[in-house]
Structure formats: structure tokens, C-alpha cells
């Protein structure tokens, strides 16, 4: 009920909406919208209530709701998403997926936190998650697919990621280092954990986890993150709306998901690699067989980076070996 009038409301972009055409609208008396509006205030959300013009938007929290969520999702037409729990603090939303996966939450159950006390990443690293600065949110897949699909579904993840926060923040130049970080000038803004279970070789479920940091400032990070992490707001110079991020995501997402559940996997790969600041940069890479120096040159239709060594051989490197950052 409250999300059709915030979404009148918005629609209005700070215009005055007459509580006479609110009640037509939902088809409920004055009082019954007056008691919805205060609903909202309590939320947090400003409205301005006049009496000869109406009712205002003329703020809104920055907190991650299921209600401001639900109505930039559904503006964006996404049907993926069934439904979403925030919560203000959790240990990692990983868990939190994981549990309600195993309870039999459907696909399309989104947990999102303002923070994180656990958050964590790819290699056992930790994630650093202050409170209402950045995306912390975990998603169930149930794609009913082979196990050895799931790196495919990392990599897709990635470019829908890339995707999103290109448009969101222009003109930011964002790129995917393999597999699955985002950078902009060789610094990390966003990663990527998927963990997956399976049974009999097939994916029982896969928890999609993202993190961005999205309004943090350089004091958020630890110091020994200052060179190599960073935030959108510390390059973009002004902080970023962290719902209509999400919502961008999984409007890329749902698409892309769907190319690939029709098509597979050759379009996403085709996507990744024109967004990849990894390829054809000789690197170290730090193989299963020992170190070596190489140079990536696309994905496998696996979805296994191709890197060729210095002597011609070309061999395929899987998401658990570790290149380090493009310079
Ligand atoms: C990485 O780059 O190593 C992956 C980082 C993934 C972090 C996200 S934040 C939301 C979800 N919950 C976690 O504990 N981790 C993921």
C-alpha cells in the first residue's frame, strides 16, 4: 500500500499530490492515506502535508528498505527479486543466504545489511562494511545446473556489477580484474563472493554475494587498504544513492541471466572480456604449479582464464589462483 503512494509521490519529483487523488488513486478514504503517510514518516522519509495542496516527498532516509528497494525494482521491471529482508547489522549476509537457502528460501531472496561485523571475501580476506556506507547484500540462485557451471555464473555476476555502476556513476571507468573485482584505476571498489552447494555433482544453490563500497570515505578503510581499495564517492567527489545501485545491478543481472539461460555462456564471455582490465597485460600469476609470468588473453568456454607463458603454452587458470592487480 505504502509503496504505491511513495511511488506517486516520487513520480511527482517534489511536487504537491492531493490527498483527493491519492484515495482515487488507491481507492481508500483520506484518513486511511493521512495514516499511510505517517507510516512513512516513521520510516523516515519527509513529507510535507498541506492541507489545500496535499502531500510532498521531500526527503528520504539513506537506509536500504525493503519498501524503497521494492519500488526502484519495480521500476526498473525486475521480476527476479521475490523477496527482500534488510537488517541493520549481521556478521556476513552470506550466512544470514545460506541459512534461509537451506530452510528452502526460493530463488530471488535478497539479504541486504547497513553493516557488517564478519563480512567477508574471496581467500578467506575480510570485507570491510561500515555501517550505511556501502552495499552489503547476498542473493539465492537456484539455477538447476551442473556444479561445474558456477564460475560461469561469477563471471556473469561481474560484468552485470560492471554494468550497473558505469551507469550509476559515469564517467567513472570501471573495469573487471579476473575474475570478479571491480577497479577503477587499479583500485578495488567492488567483489564478488559466490558459494555454491551441490549434491550429486548439481547445484543445490548458489549464494550471490556483493559488496561495494559505495559511500565510504579513506579514514572507513584500514590503512593498509589505502593503495588498493577505494570508493565510488572518493572518485566521483559526491556520495551515490545505494538503492538505486542495487536496483541497476539487478536490472543488469536479470538480464543477463536470462541471455545466458537461453544462449549460454559465449555472449557473457564476450562482454567480459571488452570489460576486463586484465587481459593482454603480461602479469605474475600465481598458479596451483608455482609462480609464473604470463599473459591473459581471454576466457575459456568454461569461463577459465587463458594465459599465455613465455614460451608459447597457453594454460587455462581457474578462479581459485590468483592474479594480482592490473597496474
Ligand atoms: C571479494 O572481493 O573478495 C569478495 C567480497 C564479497 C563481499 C560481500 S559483502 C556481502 C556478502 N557478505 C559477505 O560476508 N561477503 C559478501
Redesign the pocket.
Known amino acids: 500500500m505504502n509503496h504505491r503512494i511513495l511511488e506517486l509521490l516520487e513520480q511527482q519529483s517534489g511536487a504537491y499530490l492531493s490527498g483527493e487523488l491519492l484515495s482515487q488513486e488507491l481507492q481508500i478514504s483520506r484518513t486511511a492515506i493521512w495514516k499511510q503517510i505517517k507510516k512513512l514518516e516513521e520510516a523516515g522519509y519527509q513529507i510535507e502535508a498541506s492541507r489545500r495542496l496535499g502531500y510532498r516527498l521531500t526527503g528520504k532516509p539513506d537506509r536500504l528498505s525493503p519498501q524503497e528497494l521494492t519500488l526502484k525494482l519495480q521500476s526498473k521491471e525486475v521480476t527476479l527479486i521475490k523477496s527482500i529482508r534488510c537488517f541493520d547489522s549481521v556478521d ?3 550466512n544470514i543466504a545460506q541459512r534461509l537457502a537451506e530452510d528452502g528460501a526460493p530463488e530471488g531472496t535478497l539479504i541486504v545489511a547497513e553493516q ?1 561485523t ?6 578467506g ?1 575480510k ?1 570491510v ?1 561500515p555501517s550505511g556506507k556501502g552495499v ?3 542473493f539465492i540462485l537456484r539455477p538447476g545446473m551442473p556444479l561445474h557451471f558456477a564460475p560461469q555464473l561469477t563471471l556473469l555476476t561481474a560484468v552485470a556489477l560492471c554494468r550497473a555502476l558505469r551507469s550509476v556513476a559515469a564517467p567513472l571507468d570501471i573495469g573487471i580484474k579476473w575474475p570478479n ?1 571491480l577497479l577503477i584505476g587499479g583500485k ?1 571498489i567492488s ?3 559466490l558459494e555454491s552447494t551441490a549434491e550429486e555433482e548439481r547445484l543445490r544453490y548458489v549464494i550471490a ?3 561495494i563500497s559505495v559511500n565510504l570515505t579513506a579514514d572507513d578503510f584500514p590503512p593498509e587498504l589505502h593503495d588498493i581499495a577505494t570508493s565510488l564517492r572518493n572518485e566521483l567527489g559526491k556520495p551515490l544513492d545505494r538503492s538505486e545501485i542495487v536496483a541497476s545491478f539487478f536490472d543488469q543481472f536479470e538480464q543477463l541471466y536470462e541471455v545466458y539461460q537461453r544462449e549460454g555462456f559465449a555472449p557473457i564471455k564476450m562482454l567480459w572480456e571488452a570489460l576486463s582490465v586484465t587481459l593482454h597485460k603480461p602479469t605474475r600469476l600465481f598458479l596451483a604449479s608455482g609462480e609464473t609470468i604470463a599473459t591473459p588473453i581471454g576466457l575459456n568456454e568454461q569461463g577459465a582464464l587463458l594465459a599465455r607463458k613465455s614460451d608459447g603454452t597457453i594454460v587455462p587458470i581457474f578462479s581459485s589462483e590468483q592474479v594480482p592487480p592490473a597496474g
Open positions: 556476513s549476509t552470506q557488517q564478519s563480512g567477508r571475501g574471496r581467500l580476506r570485507w562494511s552489503y547484500m547476498s573485482d578495488k567483489g564478488i563472493l554475494g556483493i559488496g
